[in-house]
T-cell receptor, first 111, second 117 residues
Framework: SQQGEEDPQALSIQEGENATMNCSYK?????LQWYRQNSGRGLVHLIL?????REKHSGRLRVTLDTSKKSSSLLITASRAADTASYFC???????????FGKGTMLLVSP | GAGVSQSPSNKVTEKGKDVELRCDPI?????LYWYRQRLGQGLEFLIY????????KSGLPSDRFSAERTGESVSTLTIQRTQQEDSAVYLC???????????????FGEGSWLTVV
């Protein structure tokens, strides 16, 4: 499996601001998923974007994918304190059945 | 079941003892994964089961670690002769089939926190 690398490692913002996290990967993909983790608990799936898609929305989440740059970004608009968590990207292709996760971006949203 | 269930949720053990961690995946999910996450670190892939295929054990860190899965149900991760560096949360996850090109969502359990003293 291939691992995505999230950037920045940590991000601190105020409630109401937007948060942008980036993900880079090395080889071609079929799809890329974003997950969220609260305080060392299990990860929760947020959104999936396929290689033929450039942008996808889900509520306050917006994900973009640039396959030419091998990168993706996750934008959380109008952030809330409850968005405080670690965010992970997981690129995948047909050659692999498992997902590998990097160190994630730790987002802190202050009231 | 409704979600992935792991037990115990917390385990404190003495160095050198063996521990068993259990995972009950979502019913009907053929793929099952174990990951390890040390404090403040990312997830390390340990092992992957898919149906009746031979498991992918490429992530197991040493021969002290082993895992079994009975058919498409419960899995047990065993750590023998535990060391302090084994202290971590062990996360189990399942998906309908492997993720690969399908992009199947992986559903995680709440983890088993292991502390080796």
């Amino acid at each position: 499996s291939q691992q995505g690398e999230e950037d920045p490692q940590a991000l601190s913002i105020q409630e109401g601001e937007n948060a942008t996290m980036n993900c880079s990967y090395k080889t071609s993909i079929n799809n890329l998923q974003w997950y969220r983790q609260n305080s060392g608990r299990g990860l929760v799936h947020l959104i999936l974007i396929r290689s033929n898609e450039r942008e996808k929305h889900s509520g306050r989440l917006r994900v973009t994918l640039d396959t030419s740059k091998k990168s993706s970004s996750l934008l959380i608009t109008a952030s809330r304190a409850a968005d405080t968590a670690s965010y992970f990207c997981a690129p995948s292709n047909s050659g692999y059945s498992t997902l590998t996760f990097g160190k994630g971006t730790m987002l802190l949203v202050s009231p | 079941g409704a979600g992935v269930s792991q037990s115990p949720s917390n385990k404190v053990t003495e160095k050198g003892k063996d521990v068993e961690l259990r995972c009950d995946p979502i019913s009907g999910h053929t793929a099952l994964y174990w990951y390890r996450q040390r404090l403040g670190q990312g997830l390390e892939f340990l092992i992957y089961f898919q149906g009746n295929s031979a498991p992918d054990k490429s992530g197991l860190p040493s021969d002290r670690f082993s895992a079994e899965r009975t058919g498409e149900s419960v899995s047990t991760l065993t750590i023998q002769r535990t060391q302090q560096e084994d202290s971590a949360v062990y996360l189990c996850a399942s998906s309908l089939t492997g993720t690969g090109s399908t992009g199947n969502t992986i559903y995680f359990g709440e983890g088993s926190w292991l502390t080796v003293v």
